[in-house]
């Protein structure tokens, strides 16, 4: 009985992180700033959630993950510290596309980081909101549930993270 | 519309979370004028820069690949093990209830209670005889 259940609760979890790694691990790196801390942080995620992998969807999973990125903010905080986002080499790898063209590569590069640094600018809710809406297409209702508030809210906050996104990338010479 | 209702309309719109029947009049709207349908061709454009620059087709690969294996439960515990650990309890218990009956040492009584058995004319038991030094009581003593 105990071996069939651990065996159901290893198949969900694969199943969870085979769905959800990625995504969490990039929003992660958007809420730190740090690619070996949002690492760390997606391993705590899905220990935390090894227990209800069966019953889990997308907004229990980036609420796990949002909670560990705040604990771990808290910590930083009251080491007085933020890691920012300028190292690159903690940072996940840049987009290859197009792969052949090396100005593309470095554009986008440079895109990704100014685009991180903007996102450590804004209220983490902000963050959190443009994030899973633009970049891993969570719904505004799962993002609702997430951070407890309407889906009239979010849109809200979207449409605020966007515009000071928009301000500051032109600010750094990319066009908006 | 007010600029700011229109453009939190067209996030809503291009994240796809319009109604269908609002998503259309909105984008009648957007084609009948010509700054909002150039805003919005902006905006889908800039969403795929965005897109392009932070998902990574190379890093999706990667980190499916790299997923690091996470301290999972261990497996079911073995039958044997509870069965053992009762029998070792048991024994050991066993051995020291025997240890403390059996190894010469006496029941420990007091004389008060020793003494109101008798007054009740209750026969202590053989074991209970009392040897204190004080007083000395008869192991069965007649009524």
Partial sequence: MLAISARQETTALDRLMAEHAVGVFRYLCAMVGNGDSARDLRQDTFLKLQHQADHAGKALVYTVARNCALDYLRRQRSRNRFESTTDPETLPPTSTLPAHNPDHILQSKQLRQDILQALATMPEEQRTVFHLSEIEGVPYHDIATILEVSPGTIASRKHHAVVKLRKFLRSRGHAS | MRPEHWKITLEAYIDGELPPQEAAS????????????????????????????????????????????????RGPIPLWIPVALAACLVLVFGVSRQLSNGGGSSYQVTIAGQVSALRYGERPHKTLVLKTGYLELPAASSR
């Fill in chain 2, 26 to 73: 909105f984008l009648e709207l957007v084609n009948t004028n010509p700054a909002m349908a150039a805003e919005m061709k902006t905006r889908l454009s800039l969403r795929q820069d965005w897109q392009k620059a932070l998902l990574s087709e190379s890093l999706a690969q990667s980190e499916t690949m790299a997923v690091p294996p996470i301290h999972r439960r």
